[in-house]
């Protein structure tokens, strides 16, 4: 048989990871935005002043930091993976 354009049918498996890329992308700017409100409050204008206030901003900081780098690693896993992927099915090799 020949392996031409008849084989070049699009990898279902590649079109599957594509849809739920897109769908955690969506997730993880609401995830990212999260705690933003909280974060502009909290390091704009003082709202609440003192040792244990400036030990729950810090917090308050690198949760957000560490969210943003979960998800974004959540993200580069899935695009790792998808470039792994070819975009037709057919002669794929083992894995």
């Known amino acids: 048989m020949n392996s031409g354009s008849a084989d070049a049918v699009a990898n279902s498996r590649r079109q599957m990871l594509e ?14 935005a999260a705690l933003d409100p909280a974060h502009r409050q909290f390091t704009g204008r003082p709202v609440w002043v003192g040792p244990k206030a400036r030990t729950f901003t810090e917090d308050l ?9 979960a998800a974004q690693a959540i993200l580069d896993a899935l695009e790792e993976e998808l470039r792994t992927i070819p975009r037709a099915a057919g002669h794929q090799g083992s894995r």
């Open 19 to 32: 849809q739920t890329l897109a769908e955690v992308r969506a997730r993880v700017a609401v995830l990212e």
């Open 61 to 69: 900081i690198a949760r957000r930091a560490r969210l943003r780098q």
